[in-house]
């Protein structure tokens, strides 16, 4: 199966005629992604990559039957884009814009209260389901077929451990980026929780940063719920406290918030934790053999 | 983006909020004729930096003699002055804030931040005022009281009402607290505030409730839409490296080691400086060159990481996923040639076009240091470090 993205899922593009949005479109398609349409204001009733181009999510949602968006729109535009997929039905929502006003997520979280839509991001690289297909900017050659599911907050990281845990022969069910912002539509324990009901994933590694309680708060709740090991990573054991590093989300503003705290917090939970950010790929190896 | 404290009282004051009587200056005479103005016998001479323990360190006076009004301000205007978040070259002070003193009979703490567990603004209070809040939190988390608020409905007059009785504002101080709440939140709506800060707010003799220091800071990726504070951003208060950067939509913090780095993506980029760490180095920076990065942006990274004097070696870790290593290599020869740099580089280069990358390298005519991977950047960077110093014994390897 595997979580999010799977091979019923139906995907369109908001934001469909942009750059961008064309260029990760096609490369979305040339891995097979179920891309069925997307959105445009004002572009409707014309075809892109062969596709339908639709006015709103609504009309896209009745055409196609779409229940994955990939929001590709411009950061002051996101939010607005985002609860136009809420309100259309749309069930996973990925926002890939980096920039968008922390106060704007505010209303997004309180808009999706309820509506059980899932949105992925902002700031993230998206989510792959290899062999399947990916919403989202990711380069999808690195990952490969497998059974380990990957939660991160960063991009580049997530490439960095796909790329350890290839060297030793081992895939990924599905990767899926939170974002780096301080406040994002889907947390960690959210996708471990996903993870854990998925019957083709056999372990999770998470890799969080600095800044936040999130990585400590889905610690505490793995230790309660879930069977299958879960291997952690904290990026910024070297990072001073005060200063954003690069993520909006990425500052250490009290004593928590420190990767060393994060690490000792989730070791202590009984977490397989990863202190060398090289030995990601061999931890996540020795977790599954149950070493 | 931080803003001055006497930024945050007029932003304050425009929306209703008691701030004391008092004026932002650049020179003593100035001071003295702010002082004679608001006219009394008390004043309090402030020095305006980006930064908190302004008391502690001596850039906060009170003063009953307008001479000591003209001597403190003389005394601080240019001054550095070294907190415990300036680090040890503190700050100049440029401007200093005078203000009417008041005699305080009691101190209160009111917050509001976004709380990323609630995804919401929350106010946050306490009896325990005009002291370090964190401390608070730590050692009595019973005295601090927290309200979240539903961006739906606003901040509500009961909630103030809830919280204004638990820290002790009762009487005729409550609608006066309430007010005040109510008009923070509105401050930080509307300007996009990302946290807003009341500290201490003070019950003055007379039984009125005044801000007596208050700190404000906004969403940088809020700033397109709020012009007028975009324009009190204060250039001064910032690493120029960091500023450059950037301009050239490059993301660098100065930090105190000689390992230079370029890096793609803040998760990688935090990640490569644990490397160095754990290798028993120090990382000089942190830089991100972002997605989609060109040689000239690439180059620019180079003139920005090499302000830096400490730095002795640069270590270039890149995973390209939506950059591609051919320009990033292509980059690094530009800088090479015309940055005229002789010091070791390591360059672990992945991800997309990667052979064409390790091609322009190869072809270059410089002797760089070709990683395979992470850990082995971080140890030839540790080498390259130990090649320049022969004296100095090689460090042992840390473990967390």
Redesign the interface.
Known sequence: MSVFLNKHSRVIIQGFTGQHATFHAEEALKVGTNLVGGVTPGKGGTQHLGLPVFDTVEDAVQATGADVSGIFVP??FAADAIMEAIDAGIKTIVVIAD?????????V??YRMGTGAIVIGPNT?GIITPGVGKVG???SH?YSPGRIGIV?????????AV??MKELGLGQSSSIGIG?D??NGTDFTTVLKAFEDDPDTDAILM?G??G???EV?AARWAKKNMRKPLIGYV??????P?????????IIS?ESDT??AK?DTMESLGMYVV????DIGATVLRAISGG | MNIHEYQTKDLLRQYGVPVPEGRVVHTDEQAVSVAEEIGGSRWVVKAQIHSGGRGKAGGVKVVSSIDDVRAIADQMIGSRLVTH?TGTEGRVVHRVLIEKASTIVREFYIGLI?D??T???TLVASSEGGVDI?EV?RRTPERIIKEVI???VGMLDFQCRKVANKIGLKGALLPQAVKIMKRLYRCM?DN?A?MAEINPLAIIDGGELLVLDAKMSF????L??RPAISELRDFDEEDPKEVEASGHGL?Y?A?DGDVGCI????????????????HGGR?AN?L?VG?GATPNKVASAFRIVLQDPAVKTILINI????NRCDWIATGIVQAIHDQNIKMPIIVRL???NVEEGRAILNTANFPFIIAS???DA?AKAMAALHSLEPKVAPLKKR??
């Not at chain 2, 993506?265 to 760490?277: E, P, Q, S």
């Open positions: 950061p002051p920039g968008i006003p922390v106060q704007d997520m505010v209303h979280e309180r690289p900017i990711m380069p690195i991160s907050r960063s991009g580049t990281l997530n490439y960095e790329a350890q780096g301080p406040i890799i940063e600095i936040g309680p999130q708060d990026a910024g054991l070297s990072a001073p005060g200063r954003r590093m690069g993520h909006a989300g990425a009290n990767a060393v690490i202190r060398n950010p090289a | 978040q976004i990323r567990a995804r919401r603004i964190e939190a539903d961006p739906a709506r996009d990302v969403d940088d990726n809020a397109y839409r993301n913090i930090l890096v793609n993506g803040a998760g990688l980029a935090m990640a490569t400086m644990d490397a160095i760490t754990l990382p942190f991100d997605g995973f390209a996923g939506i992945a991800g997309t991977n992470l850990d971080a473990t967390l």
